[in-house]
């Protein structure tokens, strides 16, 4: 069983940065970052399945930074220059199995934790 807790949410102005950290508690083969709107689907965000680079989704790429800490076991979400659109409660996944391609599907994922609101104002 693998328990995700998520911190670092907040309000930030547009062009603004933010950092999320999801403690995992367990060993989950692929870790990742899914955020869901108000009214739209989740989408997720990027994801690091085993050992491999990360991969993201393209309305964020070159604006955000995944990251894992096999010490620490911390997987963590660095974003910039945020935009109104990025506003969404993120959540932190995690899946047993070893899949790239599978990273950037929500329904893929096995847990999830109890998500932290990220608010961009313009």
């Known amino acids: 069983h693998v328990q995700l807790v998520e911190s670092g949410g907040g309000s930030v102005q547009a062009g603004g940065s933010l950092t999320l950290s999801c403690t995992v508690r367990?060993?989950?083969?692929?870790v990742g970052w899914v955020r869901q709107a108000p009214g739209k689907e989740r989408e997720v965000v990027g994801g690091?399945?085993?050992?491999?680079?990360?991969r993201y989704a393209d309305s964020v790429k070159g604006r955000v930074t995944i990251s894992r800490d096999g010490v620490k076991n911390t997987l963590s979400l660095q974003m910039d220059n945020l935009q109104p659109e990025d506003t969404a409660m993120y959540f932190c996944?995690?899946?047993?199995?070893?899949?790239?391609?599978?990273?950037?599907?929500?329904?893929?994922?096995?847990?999830w934790g109890q998500g932290t609101q990220v608010t961009v104002s313009s």
């Open positions: 690091i399945t085993g050992g491999g680079a990360p």
């Open positions: 996944a995690a899946g047993h199995w070893h899949s790239y391609g599978w990273l950037m599907q929500p329904d893929k994922y096995n847990y």
């Open positions: 367990g060993y989950a083969s692929s």
